[in-house]
């Protein structure tokens, strides 16, 4: 991250400094009201910036969620080396770590993280947005994605489909941004503990068998 800033373009640099500024402002503002009843102004006072110059990073308000998707996938792409580093070549230990890591991510933007995956869903109707949405999610589903392939090929980690896959253990992340309704009083170790069991029952067990007795298919 830091040879990246180093490589950077003063207008760059500023750039993204004021895109995390507002990042982070829309996150305290989304935690006080709903999407709908924010307002640009409202956002660019939270962030200390100008009501005419926020809109030198962003287009419409509509891509403060496009920014939110960004910034939370980039948190996580940050520690990614690290991860790996810590996980010995093992694949499982480093998707456990790749999850926990998730899960404290949404963790700490809980309340945005909520209304980009409530408001996500219309926004992708429309195709530009669709498109936006997508290209901002796409390194974090491609690294989970890239953990399970490199698991299956060292034979520690089964699944049939890896889109499926994907899906299934962000829809587990996710999960946690519940926290304020079904899950009041579980701690967030607590929740971490409960998918890594179902890691450890479901990915990572012998491949099943099927009724003729091979190993399942995997694609």
């Given at each position: 991250?830091a040879?990246?800033?180093?490589?950077?373009?003063?207008?760059?640099?500023?750039?993204?400094?004021?895109?995390?500024?507002?990042?982070?402002?829309?996150?305290?503002?989304?935690?006080?009201k709903?999407?709908?009843?924010?307002s640009?102004?409202?956002?660019?006072?939270?962030?200390?910036?100008?009501?005419?110059?926020?809109?030198?990073?962003?287009?419409?308000?509509?891509?403060?969620?496009?920014?939110?998707?960004?910034?939370?996938?980039?948190?996580?792409?940050e520690?990614?080396?690290?991860?790996?580093?810590?996980?010995?070549?093992?694949?499982?230990?480093?998707?456990?770590e790749?999850?926990?890591?998730?899960?404290?991510?949404?963790?700490?933007?809980?309340?945005?993280?909520?209304?980009?995956?409530?408001?996500?869903?219309?926004?992708?109707?429309?195709?530009?947005y669709?498109?936006?949405?997508?290209?901002?999610?796409?390194?974090?589903?491609?690294?989970?994605?890239?953990?399970?392939?490199r698991?299956?090929?060292?034979?520690?980690?089964?699944?049939?489909?890896a889109?499926?896959?994907?899906?299934?253990?962000?829809?587990?992340?996710?999960?946690?941004?519940?926290?304020?309704?079904?899950?009041?009083?579980?701690?967030?170790?607590?929740?971490?503990?409960e998918?890594?069991?179902?890691?450890?029952g479901?990915?990572?067990?012998?491949?099943?068998?099927?009724r003729n007795?091979?190993?399942?298919?995997?694609?």
């Amino acid at each position: 991250m830091a040879e990246a800033l180093r490589n950077q373009s003063p207008d760059q640099t500023l750039a993204e400094s004021r895109r995390r500024q507002i990042f982070l402002a829309a996150c305290r503002v989304l935690a006080r009201k709903s999407f709908h009843e924010a307002s640009v102004k409202e956002l660019a006072l939270e962030a200390g910036i100008a009501t005419g110059s926020i809109y030198l990073y962003l287009h419409s308000k509509d891509e403060i969620l496009v920014l939110i998707a960004e910034s939370m996938v980039g948190e996580l792409v940050e520690q990614l080396p690290a991860i790996r580093a810590r996980s010995g070549g093992d694949p499982r230990r480093e998707l456990i770590e790749m999850m926990s890591t998730i899960i404290d991510v949404i963790d700490r933007y809980r309340d945005a993280f909520n209304v980009l995956h409530h408001e996500g869903r219309y926004l992708e109707r429309r195709t530009e947005y669709k498109q936006a949405i997508v290209r901002a999610s796409d390194p974090y589903r491609s690294a989970v994605a890239d953990v399970l392939r490199r698991g299956r090929q060292a034979g520690v980690i089964h699944f049939f489909d890896a889109l499926s896959a994907v899906h299934i253990i962000h829809m587990l992340c996710a999960g946690w941004a519940m926290h304020g309704l079904s899950l009041r009083g579980i701690e967030k170790e607590t929740y971490k503990r409960e998918v890594t069991a179902i890691l450890e029952g479901r990915f990572f067990a012998p491949a099943s068998r099927n009724r003729n007795g091979n190993g399942a298919a995997h694609r």
